[in-house]
Nanobody
């Protein structure tokens, strides 16, 4: 059964760092693109970052470029989101998602077929 499970969220001060993990089971990573999205209440889901697993190409949202890095560990079937220089506006529930089209279109979350349950990230002093 295909499953994505996020972890690593929490409370951090502005300027701090967190690393989110997305543990994936039920399929081989190379068949998919894996993306990270975030959402706050009352707002649309925002694309944060994405990686096409078979070629390693990556994409980032404008608001996180230079601060966030997506990476993978094939042995652990896990995708990470390293978040540095965090700001209060990064506060959201973060989701990882997979699509079988191997497309990293961050502005179109509907192309992603499978989603995790989300992990809360709160940036506050």
């Amino acid at each position: 059964q295909l499953q994505l499970v996020e972890s690593g969220g929490g409370l951090v001060q502005p300027g701090g760092s967190l690393r989110l993990s997305c543990a994936i089971s039920g399929f081989s990573l190379d068949r998919y693109a894996i993306g990270w999205f975030r959402q706050v209440p009352g707002k649309e889901r925002e694309g944060v970052s994405c990686m096409v697993m078979n070629d390693g190409s990556r994409n980032y949202g404008d608001s996180v470029k230079g601060r966030f890095t997506i990476s993978r560990d094939n042995a652990k079937n896990t995708v990470y989101l390293q978040m540095n220089s965090l700001k209060p506006e990064d506060t959201a529930v973060y989701y990882c998602a997979a699509n079988q089209f191997r497309l990293c279109v961050l502005k179109d979350p509907d192309i992603f077929d499978f989603w995790g349950q989300g992990t809360q990230v709160t940036v506050s002093s």
